[in-house]
């Protein structure tokens, strides 16, 4: 069973910066489709940014050029970083890892929250 435990959230004032991370047992993160997600209060999950095991990238819209998503292979970890904050990134903050092959597993951590406020 594989588990990811989510850390690094926390208050961060507006234009400030953090950096979130995805600690995964076993050695999914060489070969999964790696992605954080983030869920605000009365809104749907969306897609953060994500990973292929090749190391493409796709970030969500709101997110492009102030988020980056990296990942350490050998310590099966998962980063988020994060700048220019602004208190609509507050939300949960969810690590996710898939195996695109047809039938494939798909495991969630169980988040952890940041909050963007003065």
């Known amino acids: 069973q594989v588990q990811l435990v989510e850390s690094g959230g926390g208050l961060v004032k507006p234009g400030g910066s953090l950096r979130l991370s995805c600690v995964g047992s076993?050695?999914?993160?060489?070969?999964?489709?790696m992605g954080w997600y983030r869920q605000a209060p009365g809104k749907q999950r969306e897609l953060v940014a994500a990973m292929t095991s090749g190391g493409a990238t796709v970030y969500g819209d709101s997110v492009k050029g102030r988020f980056t998503i990296s990942r350490d292979n050998v310590k099966n970890t998962m980063y988020l970083q994060m700048n220019s904050l602004k208190p609509e990134d507050t939300a949960d903050y969810y690590c996710?890892?898939?195996?695109?092959?047809?039938?494939?597993?798909?495991?969630w951590g169980k988040g952890t929250l940041v909050t963007v406020s003065s």
């Open positions: 076993g050695s999914i993160f060489s070969t999964y489709f």
């Open positions: 996710n890892a898939r195996n695109l092959r047809p039938g494939g597993m798909e495991y």
